[in-house]
């Protein structure tokens, strides 16, 4: 499975972004897609994830409220929106998938990681 991400960018306070994971390979082995963060001198944090297949879906605390993750099975896709950003969203958001079985505090894959960088 090869994960693609994309979508970040500069954005003021307040305003939105709007992140891609497009997966390809043998999706039909993924349990869940999502996205951690790592901010500068932080760790790696939990984001948000979706089942693949249920649709059901996870949001850290931090985020609710504000990001909604979606998916489009037909296009292999998931996405983030991310509204309301504040300055302490800055961060490198990575995309990652977990294969049925498997912890989603340990990924299976992991995609490039795209930078967001929210202004005040």
């Known amino acids: 499975v090869q994960l693609q991400a994309s979508g970040g960018g500069l954005v003021q306070a307040g305003g939105s972004l709007r992140l891609s994971c497009a997966a390809s390979g043998r999706t039909f082995s993924l349990s869940a897609i999502g996205w951690f963060r790592q901010a500068p001198g932080k760790e790696r944090e939990f984001v948000a994830r979706i089942n693949w297949r249920g649709g059901a879906t996870n949001l850290a605390d931090s985020v609710k409220g504000r990001f909604t993750i979606s998916r489009d099975n037909a296009k292999n896709t998931v996405y983030l929106q991310m509204n309301s950003l504040k300055t302490e969203d800055t961060a490198v958001y990575y995309c990652?998938?977990?294969?049925?079985?498997?912890?989603?505090?340990?990924?299976?894959?992991w995609g490039q990681g795209t930078q967001v960088t929210v202004s005040s």
């Open positions: 990652a998938a977990v294969l049925y079985g498997s912890r989603w505090s340990t990924p299976d894959y």
